[in-house]
C-alpha cells in the first residue's frame, strides 16, 4: 500500500525568500513522485516528476525537488518566492494503476 | 500535442436533479482517464478511471456513475443529485497509469448543489 504525507497544511513566506515544501512517501517499491501546482479553481499542473533517474529534479517556474530514500522524502524547494507561486501543491506518489495523493500544502506568499 | 477538455466550468443543480460532465482528449489514443473529486480541506478521492472503451473501475461507492462510449471521451453522471455532491470535478489522463508520465488534469467543474 502507498501513502503520501505533506506535512504541512499551510506554509507562509515572504516575497523574496526561500520555499520548502515538505512531502514524505510510504511505498513498498520504488515509486515515481510528482509534485503538483493548483491555482484556485484551476485544474492542477504538474511541476515536476522523479522517475528513478537523477534524485534532485528540476521542474517548471524555478522549483526543484530531491528523492531521499533514506528519508523517505521528495521535499519541494525553491530558492526565491514570488507572489505568483501563491497557490495549493501536491505531493504524489504513483501506485499500480493510478496516483496516491498528498492532502496538499497551501503556500501563501507575502509581500 | 495533446489536450484535454472538461465542461462546464461551473453547475448549480438542485438537489435530486440529474448530472453529466463530460471529459474529452485530443492527440493520443487510448489513454487511461479519471475522475477526481475535490472537497475543500480533504485533498483529491479518486472516482472512477478507466483503461479502455466500455472499461470502468469504482473507487469509491456512491451515487455517481461513469462511462466511457469512446476511446477519448469520458462522462460523469449520476441519476439524483445530493448535497453532498458538491465539489470541484477533475477529470484526468494519462498514457502509462501516471508511472512515467505523471496525469493531465482538466481545468475542473466546480459543482453546487442547492
Known amino acids: 500500500a502507498q501513502s503520501v504525507t505533506q506535512l504541512d497544511s499551510h506554509v507562509s513566506v515572504s516575497e523574496g525568500t526561500p520555499v520548502l515544501l515538505r512531502c514524505n512517501y510510504s511505498?513498498?517499491?520504488?515509486?515515481?513522485l510528482f509534485w503538483y501546482v493548483q491555482h484556485p479553481n484551476k485544474g492542477l499542473q504538474l511541476l515536476l516528476k522523479?522517475?528513478?533517474?537523477?534524485?534532485l529534479v528540476k521542474g517548471i517556474n524555478g522549483f526543484e525537488a530531491e528523492f531521499k530514500k533514506s528519508e523517505t522524502s521528495f521535499h519541494l524547494t525553491k530558492p526565491s518566492a514570488h507572489m505568483s507561486d501563491a497557490a495549493e501543491y501536491f505531493c504524489?506518489?504513483?501506485?499500480?494503476?493510478?496516483?496516491?495523493f498528498g492532502k496538499g500544502t497551501m503556500l501563501l506568499v507575502s509581500p | 500535442s495533446q489536450t484535454i477538455h472538461q465542461w462546464p466550468a461551473t453547475l448549480v443543480q438542485p438537489v435530486g436533479s440529474p448530472l453529466s460532465l463530460e471529459c474529452t482528449v485530443e492527440?493520443?489514443?487510448?489513454?487511461?482517464l479519471y475522475w477526481y473529486r475535490q472537497a475543500a480541506g480533504r485533498g483529491l478521492q479518486l472516482l472512477f478511471y478507466?483503461?479502455?472503451?466500455?472499461?470502468i473501475s469504482s473507487e469509491v461507492p456512491q451515487n455517481l456513475s461513469a462511462s466511457r462510449p469512446q476511446d477519448r471521451q469520458f462522462i460523469l453522471s449520476s441519476k439524483k443529485l445530493l448535497l453532498s455532491d458538491s465539489g470541484f470535478y477533475l477529470c484526468?489522463?494519462?498514457?502509462?497509469?501516471?508511472?512515467?508520465?505523471?496525469?493531465?488534469f482538466g481545468s475542473g467543474t466546480r459543482l453546487t448543489v442547492v
Open positions: 492527440g493520443t489514443s487510448n489513454p487511461n
Open positions: 484526468a489522463w494519462s498514457r502509462d497509469q501516471g508511472r512515467g508520465y505523471g496525469y493531465t
Open positions: 522523479y522517475t528513478s533517474a537523477a534524485t
Open positions: 504524489v506518489s504513483s501506485g499500480y494503476s493510478t496516483l496516491t
Open positions: 511505498s513498498s517499491y520504488s515509486p515515481s
Open positions: 478507466s483503461v479502455g472503451i466500455g472499461q
